[in-house]
């Protein structure tokens, strides 16, 4: 919608602290750059809950324990925001991210754009600080493309994309066509209920999928 559009605030890169001569790249954080699930899972467990790997919908994995019927998603999305508000700091790194976004560092500018609620900010931001990721942070919701496609058009340079999601990854095809997409899905229990989709390459491995940037970005 035109509304929607037009509230959409794009920040620039220079603000971002971001040279507009580079190749950008804009990663994820859930199931791209950290294991979500695993930390999500742990803090479910740690209030009584627990959370299965059945399908690829976050909220109908959550259960009490022993029960056949998944939370209230009402309930689910609390324990969600919950996480995002106390407990997101905790999660792991996706095996061989940081290196790969360390190889990556003197080719392009990285920027991380994350569907996380608002209050996830400081802690997300100091995640990313401790495992030397990339420290450019921007939180946002909703399919991607759009944003992607305002900050790509700021630079003359070629882009890529890496998110776990098609329909981001579909969003920023669609807005920003000659930005570079990829798939990765990093939890193991994930991957093979992840859909995948011929528009987007899969890699899983990061230190192909470091390569793979590389090659589409030069
Ligand atoms: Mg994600």
């Not at 909220?59 to 324990?79: C, W, Y």
């Not at 999660?91 to 996830?120: D, M, Q, T, W, Y």
């Not at 491995?205 to 090659?215: M, Q």
Request: charged letters at 25%; glycine letters at 8%.
């Amino acid at each position: 919608m035109a509304e929607a559009s037009a509230k959409l605030s794009v920040p620039t890169l220079e603000s971002l602290g971001l040279a507009r001569d580079r190749p950008l790249v804009i990663v994820d954080v859930d199931e791209v750059l950290g294991l979500f699930m695993k930390g999500f899972g742990a803090f479910v467990a740690e209030r009584g809950y627990e959370l299965r790997f059945e399908r690829f919908a976050l909220f109908q994995n959550l259960f009490q324990p022993g029960a056949s019927e998944h939370l209230d998603i009402v309930e689910g999305r609390k324990l969600f925001d919950e996480f995002f508000r106390t407990g997101c700091g905790e999660i792991e790194p996706a095996p061989g991210a940081v290196a790969a976004l360390r190889r990556l560092k003197p080719r392009a500018e990285l920027l991380i754009l994350s569907n996380a609620p608002a209050e996830a900010e400081r802690l997300r931001g100091e995640w990313l600080k401790r495992h030397g990721l990339p420290p450019v942070l921007i939180l946002s919701s909703g399919p991607k493309g759009p944003i992607t496609a305002g900050l790509v058009a700021q630079t003359n340079a070629k882009s890529a994309f890496i998110d776990d999601l098609l329909p981001n990854l579909d969003s920023v095809a669609e807005h920003s066509p000659r930005t570079a997409t990829f798939q990765h899905v990093a939890d193991l229990r994930l991957r093979p209920l992840a859909p995948r989709s011929e528009r987007h390459p899969r890699i899983d491995d990061w230190r192909e999928l470091g390569e793979a940037i590389e090659a589409a970005i030069s």
